[in-house]
């Protein structure tokens, strides 16, 4: 079987998630790596003693669970501890993708949509037949990383900006959707996304 592979992209605070929750209401598989980013740190998978030895056993929590939050933190403020965070995850986050997508169970639709938050940082977009893009005005994003993070402004203005500017992700992105209304735009704004991909890419010609 021919599968559809659609990575999604976009900012933090962009809409990513709902635009993926969408896509599986209308059919599609779906994968998130961030949570495929807690699979290969959880105790006993391949990266969870390589990140302990990089933070140190602060981060690790009552459970043997690494503290997500505390590590965001972290990087946050010191780029070089990102980098070699990214280097070691970043292989083994895109080798169980891969993986999650041959084998994931297609019953509606051949398509598989990937929430990917450094999709083009990472040069991902070659493992995707087409890729599409979730952008917000910069002051929403704001917001909802405040939000979300249960940080100030300033703090999630420091998130935003460790990231690849909206404006390039837009240049590179086959597909792009705006996020700065309702839910419910936002899921006619899918729906609509839906229908052109299903027209070129999934409806036997």
């Known amino acids: 079987m021919n599968i559809l592979r659609i990575g999604v992209t976009g900012s933090a605070g962009s809409g990513k998630s709902l635009v993926c929750q969408g896509l599986k209401t209308l059919g599609l598989v779906t994968l998130d790596c961030d949570q495929i980013a807690r699979q290969v740190v959880a105790p006993g998978q391949k990266a969870y003693e390589g990140v302990k030895a990089l933070f140190g056993f602060g981060v690790v ?30 292989p083994l986050i895109a080798e169980q993708m891969v993986l999650q997508m041959k084998t994931a169970v297609y019953d509606k639709e051949p398509a598989c949509a990937v929430e990917v938050p450094l999709l083009f940082e990472l040069g991902m977009e070659n493992k995707f037949d087409l890729t599409l893009v979730v952008v917000a005005s910069r002051k929403l994003l704001l917001e909802r990383i405040s939000k979300r993070d249960t940080v100030s402004l300033a703090s999630a ?34 729906e609509k996304f839906y229908t052109i991909i299903k027209k070129e890419f999934l409806t036997i010609k």
């Open 61 to 90: 929590k009552q459970d043997k669970t690494l503290d997500r939050e505390m590590m965001r933190n972290l990087v946050v403020s010191r780029p070089d501890l990102r980098k070699q965070l990214e280097a070691l995850l970043h």
């Open 157 to 190: 203005g420091k998130i935003l900006d460790l990231q690849m500017a909206q404006e390039k992700k837009i240049q590179q992105a086959d597909y792009v959707i705006e996020n700065n209304g309702k839910p419910g735009e936002l899921f006619e704004s899918v």
